[in-house]
């Protein structure tokens, strides 16, 4: 295929070459050579801005704290640690990101059972609150809302601040919260007068930043890439189930049996 | 002798030009699918770092700077291709980022991830009901052909390389 065509064609190359005789040989190099510096500073620029650009969009890691519940960096916040376990009661790790939809009807549909069955030492509740979600919607409300979560386990009231963002979560995905939203939720949440000014200057300083970008990369890690993805003693749990009439929950009975099935006795 | 040689040249002229011609439609497939997927994804690299994760392939870090770095290659090999610019060197960067995603989305089947394949923008875990791996590969099976048309036979019409470089 690739030799007859160029034969022939001789006669059209000759032309053309005649045509660029004088262009040719001094050209070429120079030309090469800038085109290939140019592309090649364009593409170093323009990783070098991006990669920037997406450090400082990001959390900028300042703080290293690890809030209370949480044993490591990139280890989940075990709520309720306060709790004596009932003999070979299995861990339930829930992986959501606040500002994730599913994650709210996770929540509505079977936030409740998760919290009284561990309250009743029936769980090991473990919350990996990931933030992946700011990167795709543009924003930085996960972060802030997980930093919220976080200073108020240092008060202690991780659960109701938790319940507070769900309870609130924008009707429009990506919409966020502002910072006096998130200071209402703390409020709610129980944190009030000399706890609210700890939360508020927890928040500030961005204490648990480098938690919190531990929580990503460790999820990832892992291999949960999307959210809610709950593990029972680290098998996934299909706590959404989705078909053509749309997503459905889980039951609390279902969630129940399962908890009870992985209960080694 | 009724055939002259003029008349033979035209039918071979014209040969080439339809060779040319689909060269240039090759480029111009390729290059501006790859500018619409790299720009659509340049401006969220830290999205772009997700979709890599969810293939998970990588380790984390590698794969974020896969994922900045990504949107920028494919701008540049796509707007060398539609430039017409370095043509054989281009589509083999193009054609090679093909294999690599029809690579990435095939193992993601293979194993079971339900996962969108990310290639303009968006990607990450989806239902699944709604994964289309059968298609996005078909379409990057079609794309890495338009590459390896052009590294076998990089001619082609209103490109910068025969305009400057005469080949």
Request: neutral net charge; hydrophobic residues 45%.
């Amino acid at each position: 295929m690739s030799k007859t065509p160029q034969k022939q064609g001789t006669s059209r190359q000759a032309k053309i070459q005649a045509a660029q005789k004088s262009g040719r040989s001094g050209a070429n190099p120079i030309v090469i050579g800038t085109v290939v510096a140019i592309v090649a500073i364009i593409a170093v620029v323009a990783f070098v801005v991006l990669t920037a650009v997406n450090k400082n969009g990001g959390s900028s890691a300042s703080g290293t704290a690890l809030p209370p519940g949480a044993s490591a960096m990139g280890k989940g916040l075990v709520a309720d640690a306060d709790v004596t376990l009932q003999p070979g009661a299995p861990t339930l790790d829930v992986y959501e990101d606040f500002q994730c939809p599913y994650c709210g009807d996770l929540e509505h549909g079977l936030g409740s059972t998760i919290e009284s069955l561990a309250a009743q030492g029936k769980i090991r509740l473990a919350y990996h609150i990931m933030t992946f979600l700011d990167d795709n919607l543009g924003n930085d409300a996960s972060v802030r809302a997980a930093e919220g979560a976080f200073c108020a386990a240092a008060g202690g009231k991780f659960l109701e601040y938790h319940n507070q963002v769900y309870s609130n979560q924008p009707t429009q995905e990506g919409a966020g919260w502002t910072d006096a939203q998130l200071a209402t939720f703390a409020s709610n949440a129980g944190l009030t007068g000399s706890a609210l000014t700890t939360w508020k200057s927890c928040t500030a300083a961005d204490t648990y930043a480098a938690y919190i970008a531990s929580i990503e990369k460790q999820s990832s890690t892992d291999g949960v890439t999307g959210t809610p993805t709950v593990k029972l003693n680290g098998t996934d749990l299909a706590v959404l189930k989705t078909d053509s009439s749309g997503v459905t929950v889980m039951t609390p009975a279902e969630l129940t049996a399962a908890v009870q099935a992985a209960t080694k006795s | 002798m009724s055939v002259t040689e003029a008349d033979l040249e035209v039918p071979a002229e014209r040969h080439t030009r339809t060779l040319d011609l689909v060269g240039t439609l090759a480029r111009l497939i390729l290059g501006l699918v790859l500018i619409v997927a790299g720009a659509l994804k340049v401006t969220k690299p830290g999205a772009s770092a997700n979709a890599v994760h969810a293939y998970q392939v990588l380790p984390y870090d590698v794969g974020t700077y896969v994922g900045y770095a990504l949107p920028i290659v494919e701008i540049i090999v796509g707007l060398l291709l539609v430039l017409g610019l370095f043509t054989r060197v281009a589509a083999v960067l193009g054609t090679l980022l093909m294999v690599v995603f029809i690579t990435g989305i095939g193992q993601a089947w293979a194993r079971g991830l339900t996962i969108d394949c990310g290639c303009f923008g968006g990607g990450g875990p989806v239902n699944a009901n709604q994964t289309k791996y059968g298609l996005e590969i078909a379409r990057d099976v079609g794309l890495a052909l338009c590459g390896a048309w052009l590294v076998r036979r990089p001619a082609s019409l209103a490109g910068l390389d025969r305009l400057w470089f005469g080949s």
